[in-house]
């Protein structure tokens, strides 16, 4: 099926792996600011972050609250692991700009959708 040869270092990674994000900030000039939407049901863990030095957000205090909610209304399996995380330290690219922290928020986020899986008895 599909195969992606992730970048080994955050070095590699550049602004044209990022071509949807592009699309929609570009639409967003003739239509005006995009309006996120939460996927009506979320079938998998996600983990959103972002920096705030960032000029101009694609969501909303809506779209996080809907986050937070999907993990606070399934408190058992893999959705309880849903969650949004920060920081202040960076804009738009987080990766680079933090990428310290950025690794710690991907490793407990990982660990924890391990452990809800263990839970479950799911893959």
Not at 5 to 19: D, K, L, Q
Not at 66 to 83: E, F, H, I, N, Q
Not at 112 to 117: C, P
Request: proline share 9%.
């Amino acid at each position: 099926p599909h195969e992606f040869n992730a970048p080994r270092h955050y070095r590699e990674i550049h602004s044209w792996m990022c071509y949807p994000y592009f699309q929609m900030w570009i639409g967003s000039l003739w239509m005006g600011p995009p309006k996120p939407s939460f996927p009506p049901s979320l079938e998998i863990p996600l983990l959103y972050v972002f920096g705030e030095k960032k000029r101009a957000m694609f969501h909303t205090g809506d779209f996080l609250a809907k986050l937070d909610a999907t993990a606070r209304d399934k408190p058992s399996g893999v959705l309880s692991v849903c969650r949004w995380r920060s920081t202040s330290g960076a804009g738009h690219w987080v990766h680079t700009q933090q990428p310290d922290w950025l690794e710690e928020q991907i490793r407990d986020f990982l660990s924890a959708v391990a452990a809800a899986n263990a839970k479950t008895g799911t893959d």
